[in-house]
């Protein structure tokens, strides 16, 4: 009965959906107040029945209702009752249920947080929203019903999921990942708001700017958990792939990226207002993508979901429709609302808009990368493979061409500036980037330039950030007013500038110094790696709540002194039978030490063994959590809680656009 019910509340969401994007649409091209005014309520009461749908999928995993198809095809009764819950998201119809509800709480985010926006403004927002929820709660409802019943022959137990899912990365990382994907169609609900009603100005980046942020942060915690899961649950010891899947939420965040400097400009100073819109358009219809991508089966990849081509095929039709209808919108109201304000090259709008151009460029590679492989073979042309040498080849020299411009970006002036500035300005965290680039990378030999480059690009970023803070906290007549001078959003960018400097040293650092040594050993045996002795102790069985091990007890030790005790797990999984690696790591601050088994090798007990040494590896991560809790920070600055007057409600007011 619970799955039944938990359908008719999605049924009742669909048409809630429904009613969202038009009664509001029309109130607010007929200037009907009452029409307007039901689009919050609407919104919320979306929330509830998707939320309430939601509940009756997690009680029918946790209570074992394998009669419930998705049930029994991810979980089993021997699952722990987290993972039970976190089964939810781990296929396709119940991740899809996940997108929903994170699509309406964004959506009540937005009714119950902007009762300061103008009534018609507001309700072209959640129309909009609205209509990406039809979309979506029709996909869910036609094509991926998580509540489909296997009646007659319900199974005694279920298939299990999948042990790779097994872990607590799939706890956080999916909706946190989603929270940034769907976060993206506030933007796009914004954007195609301002377009309908003709109101493209400061006013209208400043409501969408707080909403790009936290789902540009969300999308970056996101896509950090998913490195940092892919680094220790593999087995491998990478965190980036380039895979296809993963490459379908990395595209969405460097537009993002781009769409966060591009607001700041059009709320600054009026500009860039055409381009800020297409971008918005288009970081969603990258998300959309990626939707298509990984639930389409157009992909194989450990990520994806689905292999039905009626899902992909559903997904591509929404998506034409979404980026279609946006274009021509687009191409109809953009030059009616361009921007008629003019900047010197030499100024802080300059630099922003490399930075944007770097940003696009960046995403159009990977994606050309990513679809490549696809086109090819949609024509017939044979099976090419797209990796890591492509894309390290185009996207890493356009990352380390826009590190020196952003080490400029905050210390110039809108509007106009000059070289001469620039100079006095920078001349010292110049000399001294270049004095840390030369003389840093001595410490670890042998001496590689390229980390020689990453330590001057990050120390021109960090030094300048540094020598740029103290100005402006000098610049008050004590210590305390000049911190307290300091606006949330201006901590938030040195934050997230501070982050990127940070991603690459770990990205670099790591690429070159990590020692991968792949060894046959048996108990008792000792193996040195990068100056640490490993000391295979014993093999131990292990049995876990769903699964059984044997377990490889190392001891590490550094001039005889112990380092760490570490324990990697072959482990079997009971319900499935799958064997999976479950790697040991000892974590630093500046060196990882990582075990993992192979297979066994031998009939003396012997074991393939893995060991790895990985210097700065974990900076690549703390970068990410620093730029997202600078977009996370920009969140506390009072003109995004100031409250603004509405709009006159009189009706030739209301009635202006659609």
Not at 284 to 309: I, K, M, N, Q, W
Not at 341 to 368: D, G, K, Y
Not at 602 to 629: D, F, Q, S, T
Request: aromatic share 12%.
């Amino acid at each position: 009965m619970i799955p039944e019910v938990g359908h008719f509340a999605l049924i009742i969401a669909l048409c809630i959906a429904l009613i969202q994007v038009t009664v509001p649409l029309w109130g607010a091209w007929r200037g009907n107040l009452a029409a307007m005014s039901l689009a919050p309520r609407l919104a919320l009461g979306q929330l509830l029945f998707v939320g309430f749908s939601f509940a009756c999928l997690a009680l029918s995993f946790l209570q074992d209702d394998f009669s419930v198809q998705v049930v029994a095809n991810n979980s089993n009764s021997l699952l722990p009752p987290i993972y039970k819950f976190s089964a939810l998201w781990g296929n396709h119809e119940g991740s899809l249920l996940l997108w929903v509800l994170i699509l309406s709480l964004w959506s009540s985010a937005v009714a119950l947080c902007s009762r300061q926006l103008p009534l018609p403004v507001l309700a072209r927002v959640l129309a909009v929203m609205g209509g990406v929820a039809v979309g979506f709660l029709s996909f869910s409802l036609f094509t991926s019903n998580p509540f489909a019943r296997l009646l007659p022959g319900t199974p005694a137990d279920g298939s299990d999921l999948n042990p790779l899912l097994q872990d607590p990365g799939l706890i956080i990382h999916p909706p946190l990942l989603y929270m940034g994907y769907v976060g993206f169609s506030v933007a796009f609900a914004f954007a195609i708001a301002a377009l309908l009603g003709g109101r493209l100005d400061a006013s209208w980046a400043r409501w969408s700017r707080p909403w790009t942020n936290v789902a540009w942060a969300f999308l970056s915690l996101g896509i950090m958990l998913g490195s940092w899961w892919a680094y220790y649950e593999l087995g491998w010891g990478g965190w980036w792939f380039w895979d296809p899947v993963e490459n379908a939420s990395f595209m969405p965040w460097l537009a993002g990226t781009a769409l966060v400097h591009s607001l700041a400009v059009t709320e600054k100073r009026g500009l860039f207002k055409s381009w800020t819109v297409l971008l918005a358009i288009f970081a969603f219809s990258l998300s959309l993508l990626g939707t298509f991508l990984v639930r389409s089966g157009v992909l194989t990849s450990v990520h994806a979901f689905a292999t039905d081509p009626e899902r992909g095929l559903f997904i591509l039709i929404f998506l034409a429709i979404v980026v279609g209808g946006s274009l021509v919108l687009y191409a109809l109201r953009a030059p009616a609302v361009s921007s008629r304000v003019s900047f010197q090259w030499v100024s802080r709008e300059s630099l922003l808009l490399v930075n944007n151009v770097v940003f696009l460029v960046a995403t159009l590679t990977v994606l050309f990368g990513t679809l490549f492989p696809l086109i090819v073979d949609a024509l017939g042309l044979g099976k090419v493979s797209v990796g890591p040498p492509y894309f390290n080849a185009v996207f890493v020299p356009l990352m380390a061409l826009l590190a020196p411009f952003m080490g400029l970006g905050p210390v110039s002036r809108w509007k106009q500036d000059s070289t001469a500035r620039w100079r006095t300005q920078l001349w010292g965290a110049a000399l001294a980037a270049v004095i840390c680039g030369v003389t840093l990378p001595l410490l670890q030999a042998p001496y590689n330039i390229w980390v020689a480059l990453a330590v001057l690009l990050a120390a021109w970023l960090a030094v300048g950030l540094g020598r740029d803070l103290w100005l402006r906290v000098r610049s008050g007549n004590t210590l305390a007013a000049g911190l307290r001078r300091l606006t949330p959003s201006y901590l938030g960018m040195l934050l997230a500038h501070l982050g990127f400097a940070a991603c690459i040293l770990g990205v670099v650092v790591t690429s070159q110094y990590t020692v991968e040594h792949d060894l046959k050993m048996r108990p008792g045996d000792m193996r040195a790696v990068a100056g640490y002795e490993f000391h295979f102790d014993e093999l131990a069985p292990v049995r876990g709540p769903n699964f059984v091990a044997d377990e490889a007890r190392f001891t590490v030790t550094r001039d005889g002194r112990e380092v760490a005790r570490l324990a990697p797990q072959k482990r079997r999984y009971l319900a499935s039978g799958q064997v999976m690696t479950e790697a040991a790591i000892d974590p630093g601050l500046f060196r990882d030490l990582f075990v993992a088994m192979g297979e066994p090798v031998g009939a003396e007990g012997a074991w393939a063994i893995r060991l790895h040494y990985k210097p700065m590896v974990r900076w690549m991560w703390l970068g990410a959590i620093l730029m997202a809790l600078g977009a996370f920070t920009t969140l506390f600055d009072r003109r995004y809680r100031r409250q603004r007057r509405a709009l006159p409600a009189a009706p030739e007011v209301l009635a202006r656009g659609v």
